[in-house]
């Protein structure tokens, strides 16, 4: 059972103690209490100053066989200390404290408070205890790690960088990100061109006005309705477990949650299970958002960001602080009030499904529009505009909820001007909260998990409460690092890209056409038994290529609106990070790891002067942009970019009226952003001292293979990765094409077919994805896969051998890279069989980075709950269940990319926050780093510094240890089978090569 607490709670203790008599009273049922649920209704009592019946609460779970725990005695302790109790029960509750093994200090150390609880705890305390103090705050540790002795050494700190506002506006701005926060959602202005406003589109515009105060008044009394009748029963049968989840809050909540949903909706439906979701979660947030309120813990939060900014305004005196350890220091000389972290509030995902799709029902079967709403002369009987259809997707049945076709009519008449979305989805208007452990940060309100992972997982959670925080730091500052970068519009190439996109788009500029331009479907011939299977066939293309355009176009749409909402600003992208480590922003529509038209359109907030060598990185970063010149040094990347100067700077003066150079690149438009920062820079008097806000770029060369080189000190993969200084970049996907390629040769001679039809089609481009993917696990099948894709593009590629090409090339791919990268495939080998082994024991796989965060893979054979409802069932997978069994297979086959993804994103963190220490700015897409034109060279040099250290490291031999500790028995007596054989294969780590890792420092093509 999960009892709610938050308004219900509070304002109706007698309620959520009838549900826990219900279930204490049932054997059964008595089994699924956990001593919180007990705690939280006691806590309302408390809260209350009701002793008498919190002692009856207190009664029930001692009944229970439970004992109280430190939460429990906070509550008694509360509750006296509003209720005035005498001295001699205070002083017996005490005593039983000690008794049962705590000591008074913990209360303050480790329960979590709201409102005036703490007060009030000691309030009590002190009427025993008089002298009574507080413990003091606990002091900062300080990470251990190898890797960052140097950066937490208190000899070379560094002052934050300051950002270009004062103290002032940097209040402001918190102050509107709070207003946007609190009001949940944000209305702005669609990019899409405002039309003419026609008579149709005024009078649709009425119309659905109209309906949608017809729609509110239907779902708020449904709503009543349902809650009235809940109210009634006095079992916890049915949907009466969801009735505290409905008192949460104010009635008219839930319904402009529903609204939204509707507004929202595409003509093309949704799945049923994705609309539970999203209506289950909106609730969730609301109701954190209440608590928050309601604890006062937002109150704190504003007080200690007030304090905070003085580190970051450039009016203040700078501070020896990194953001996470400045708002541990400012929230332990705050002492009193309410925690910063709420006490477990989290709700289980089937909960959150079965709210959601009980509040979907009542949406499908309240919303009604007369039938000839856009046909007078039809009948005006009402019918649903929500209608739930089955759809197939692959071989799957997926329940769609689907608008009625007058609904989108009306919606597409009406032609409205403004959007709607989530706060959470749009960038910060102020610097981010710091992460300061797995439970705070980010978003002011809006509740962010620091690592993101499958609905209903648990278990990576477990595992960061479990581990010690100090072991945390590294990760949670390289995260405030990447947050604490301040961003604005590039609003000349914005403009652009708005005008194409109101002009029909351009799919060759990845700007999504609208729906006017999408293949017209076959006309009808009457009667449907006339139509041929390939008209159907043709129909069904039709529908489906309208989907895409549909979703494509609406992405476009959101990124570019929300674009143009910010162009004005300056904002922030607060960061968590996936189970393996490798780290996203939080808004997920617009931010920079979006596609070319999304970088474009982003600029540094902060503007650095080019510097002598700025111009230079410039052009040659366009270059590397463009595609051209891959296999050429940098030099003559640099002079190509010199003879084609006409060129860029008609890009840049003439984008759409002059030859368009920058239309036939790569990445077009962060090419035409590039030829006019470099336009400018080259017409000023002294480009040198030209401020440039743009973002260079440095990728790694194919970079997983880059870490399994360094980890099997392989010669031959370390060359053919650019790990060695080379005086050109080597190009290891053409290296592998030419592997393959000779294969092909010596089976031609020797009569192959396959090998003989093959000749003259084996390219870079053929074998390049699966190259790139090898590395991270994936299968033959899937090799197979992308090659007759590629096979499929070359039109004159004979059609009737594409599968057996496509088999025969997959299988010298491999081979060639088994050749090639010897050592790889060993550690590969080497970490997949011991994920076999570790998943047939009936365990997970976990491991630890170099960075000190713990790692547990997510993937379980997961038992689908079944939720009924009057729409369908719905299967919903959840992994809360702590008896589960590992899924071997994936468990097995993910182990290799994800270890090298992890390590990865160990050697982002630690040249963004080596980057931090040295005053650059720095943000990463994974393996693409970028910085200033200005600071691009020592960027370089962390970035090769970090790699060194982080493979000096003895990275597969610590992993050995950590897992030989974990799942083998120390005692040799009491090994099974099982664990002899897992621990030879662990114990057996893959020998190294020859290869010298200080050759990294003097490549130039590591990452270029």
């Known amino acids: 059972m999960r009892c ?427 610097p981010p909260i710091p992460w300061t452990s797995p439970h705070f940060g980010a978003f002011v309100l809006s509740d962010t998990k620091l690592m993101r992972y499958v609905d209903g997982a648990f278990q990576h959670q477990q595992l960061l409460d479990q581990c010690p925080q100090v072991n945390l730091h590294p990760v949670l500052d390289a995260l405030n690092q990447l947050g604490n970068c301040a961003w604005k519009i590039n609003q000349p190439v914005l403009d652009i890209i708005i005008s194409i996109f109101n002009d029909k788009g351009n799919e060759k500029l990845d700007i999504p056409p609208p729906l006017s331009e999408a293949p017209k479907p076959p006309v009808s011939p009457g009667n449907s038994s006339a139509w041929h299977k390939s008209q159907k066939h043709e129909l069904l293309l039709c529908k489906k290529k309208a989907a895409e355009m549909h979703s494509l176009r609406m992405d476009a749409l959101y990124k570019l609106s929300i674009a143009n909402h910010v162009r004005d600003k300056v904002f922030w992208f607060p960061h968590n990070m996936d189970f393996r480590g490798r780290t996203y922003p939080c808004p997920p529509y617009f931010n920079h790891l979006g596609n070319d038209v999304t970088r474009a359109i982003l600029l540094f907030a902060e503007g650095r002067p080019l510097g002598p060598k700025g111009l230079d990185w410039l052009k040659i970063h366009l270059i590397n942009l463009t595609g051209l010149k891959k296999k050429n040094s940098l030099q003559e990347r640099l002079d190509y970019a010199n003879e084609i100067m006409e060129e860029i700077l008609d890009s840049a ?123 991270y696990g994936v299968t033959r099948y899937g090799g197979r896969l992308q090659i007759e894709k590629r096979l499929k593009e070359i039109d004159e590629f004979p059609e009737e051998y594409l599968w057996e090409a496509s088999h025969y090339l997959v299988r010298q791919v491999f081979n060639g890279i088994k050749e090639m990268f010897s050592a790889t495939r060993d550690i590969q080998h080497w970490l997949t069989e011991s994920a076999k082994l570790i998943a047939q024991s009936g365990q997970t796989v976990e491991w630890v980075t170099p960075m000190g965060l713990p790692i547990v893979q997510p993937y379980y054979r997961v038992r689908s709950t079944v939720l009924n409802s009057n729409m369908q069932n719905l299967s919903v997978k959840s992994s809360a269940n702590t008896n589960q069994k590992p899924d071997t297979v994936k468990q097995k086959n993910a182990f290799p990319p994800n270890f090298i993804h992890s390590l990865d994103s160990t050697h982002m963190m630690l040249t963004a926050l080596h980057c931090f220490r040295q005053g650059l700015t720095f943000v990463s897409v994974h393996d693409c780093y970028w910085t200033h034109a200005l600071t691009v060279d020592v960027m370089n040099q962390i970035c090769r510094q970090q790699f060194v250290a982080l493979h000096s490291q003895k990275i597969l031999q610590d992993l050995s240890k950590f897992m030989l500790k974990k799942y083998c028995s120390p005692s040799k007596d009491s090994r099974a089978p099982w664990q002899k054989k897992l621990m030879e294969q662990l114990s057996n780590v893959p020998e190294t090569g020859e290869f010298n890792l200080s050759k990294v420092m003097d490549s130039t093509y590591f990452f270029s």
């Open 4 to 430: 709610v607490r938050g308004r219900s709670c509070w304002k109706q203790p007698e309620e959520a103690e009838r549900l826990l008599l219900l279930y204490h009273s049932s054997p059964m049922k008595r089994k699924l209490l956990t001593i919180g649920a007990y705690n939280i209704v006691m806590r309302s009592w408390a809260r209350k100053g009701c002793l008498h019946r919190l002692n009856r609460v207190l009664s029930m779970l001692e009944s229970a066989g439970l004992r109280p725990n430190l939460d429990s005695y906070a509550a008694v302790l509360e509750c006296m200390g509003r209720g005035q109790a005498c001295t001699k029960i205070i002083w017996r509750c005490v005593q039983q404290l000690k008794q049962d093994g705590f000591h008074v200090d913990e209360l303050f150390q480790k329960c979590l408070f709201e409102g005036d609880e703490k007060e009030t705890v000691l309030r009590a305390i002190r009427i025993v205890q008089p002298d009574y103090q507080l413990p003091p705050a606990p002091k900062p540790q300080t990470c251990k790690s190898a890797l960052l002795n140097n950066f937490y050494s208190k000899e070379k700190v560094v002052s934050y960088p300051k950002l270009d506002f004062s103290v002032q506006e940097l209040r402001e701005r918190f102050q509107q990100q709070l207003e946007m926060e609190l009001n949940s959602t944000i209305t702005i202005q669609s990019v899409e061109s405002t039309k003419p406003l026609t008579p149709q589109a005024l009078r649709a515009r009425k119309q659905l006005a109209a309906l949608r105060a017809q729609w509110r008044g239907a779902i708020l009394q449904a709503l009543q309705k349902a809650k009235h009748n809940m109210s009634q029963k006095r079992t916890m049968s049915g949907y009466n477990s969801l009735y505290p989840y409905l008192c949460l809050l104010p009635d008219e909540e839930y319904v402009d949650i529903m609204m939204q949903i509707l507004n929202t909706l595409s003509p093309q439906g949704e799945s049923l299970s994705v609309l539970a979701r999203e209506l289950g979660s909106k609730v969730y947030d609301r109701y954190l958002t209440q608590r928050k309120l309601h604890s006062r813990q937002l109150e704190k939060v504003q007080e200690i960001y007030q304090d905070y900014i003085h580190l970051l305004a450039k009016d203040s005196q700078p501070g020896e602080y990194l953001p996470r350890e400045y708002w541990e220091k400012l929230v332990a000389e705050a002492g009193y009030g309410p925690s910063l972290r709420l006490k477990d509030c989290s709700w289980p995902y089937v909960l959150l499904m079965r709210l959601g799709v009980y509040l979907l029902e009542i949406l499908v079967h309240s919303v009604k529009v007369p039938r000839n709403t856009l046909k007078p002369r039809l009948e005006s009987r009402l019918i649903p505009v929500l209608y739930h259809i089955y759809s197939f997707r692959s071989s799957w049945q997926v329940g769609l909820i689907k608008p009625h076709p007058i609904f989108s009519q009306l919606m597409s008449d009406a032609a409205e001007t403004t959007l709607t979305f989530s706060s959470s989805v749009m960038p910060m208007l102020c």
């Open 653 to 775: 003066d003439r984008p759409l009226t002059g030859r368009k150079w920058w239309m036939n690149t790569d990445e077009p438009w962060q090419v035409l952003a590039c030829c006019m920062e470099i336009a400018q820079a080259s017409r000023s008097p002294d480009p040198a001292a030209f401020v440039s806000h743009f973002p260079v770029h440095q990728d790694g060369s194919c970079n997983g293979l880059q870490h399994y080189a360094a980890l099997g000190r392989d010669l031959i993969g370390a060359i053919s990765v650019n790990l060695m200084p080379c005086s050109v970049p080597q190009d290891v996907y053409s290296a592998v094409a030419q592997q393959v390629e000779e294969f092909r040769k010596k089976d031609a001679a020797e009569g192959l077919k396959i090998a003989q039809v093959l000749e003259g089609f084996i390219s870079r481009k053929v074998v390049k994805q699966t190259v790139m993917t090898v590395v």
